[in-house]
């Protein structure tokens, strides 16, 4: 009976041994995240929940949102909100959404989108123009996957954190007029 115990101890102890810890996040991560944010000069994030403090929130598909996102039907429906802040008075109006990604750091960041697929004019949303997110580069980290002594190995990245919305030209129609329209010059000298 003895030794029956005696392995059933062993085994038990042998396959404490041979699991792996589980991984978990370095104690230092915030640090290593202010210590890149201060190398870098950015203090966008800081900014962003001031902003969205006072904005009506919602759940869209899942995800937390901040402000109207819905598209006005024109730009004469802005004539209403001049007051308002730019995300909201803007040809391009935005919102800003909450995005998790588990292997990044900051796990959470609020990140804009454009209300409108067109930029808003008095009849509607152009044809022509289109609303474009404007990214910010910004260094975060992302976990490599990599487990070492139970940490995860964190490294920085380029994220491009989309802070506002403009009006450009839509490039598919950017790219046919500059097909159709003949150079500038084609057709010689102009006359007096």
């Known amino acids: 009976m003895l030794l029956y115990v005696s392995v059933a101890i062993l085994s038990y102890a042998a396959l404490i041994v041979s699991t792996p810890l589980p991984c978990q996040d370095p104690a230092n991560l915030d640090g290593m995240w202010k210590k890149l944010q201060a190398e870098n000069g950015n203090n966008v994030l800081e900014r962003i929940p001031y902003e969205v403090s006072n904005l009506k929130q919602e759940l869209v598909n899942g995800k937390l949102t901040f402000g109207e996102t819905t598209c006005p039907s024109n730009s004469l429906e802005l004539l209403k909100t001049i007051g308002a802040s730019l995300y909201h008075r803007s040809t391009c109006p935005y919102y800003y959404v909450m995005e998790e990604d588990t292997k990044r750091y900051p796990k959470m960041i609020t990140e804009v989108r454009c209300r409108c697929q067109g930029c808003l004019e008095k009849s509607g949303q152009s044809d022509f123009n289109v609303c474009e997110p404007v990214t910010l580069p910004m260094k975060m980290l992302r976990n490599t996957g990599v487990c070492e002594n139970g940490v995860w190995k964190y490294e920085p990245?380029?994220?491009?954190?989309?802070?506002?919305?403009?009006?450009?030209?839509?490039?598919?129609?950017?790219?046919?007029?500059?097909?159709?329209?003949?150079?500038?010059?084609?057709?010689?000298?102009e006359s007096m």
């Open 157 to 189: 990245y380029t994220h491009h954190l989309p802070v506002t919305c403009t009006c450009a030209v839509g490039r598919e129609k950017e790219n046919s007029i500059l097909m159709t329209s003949p150079p500038i010059g084609a057709d010689g000298p």
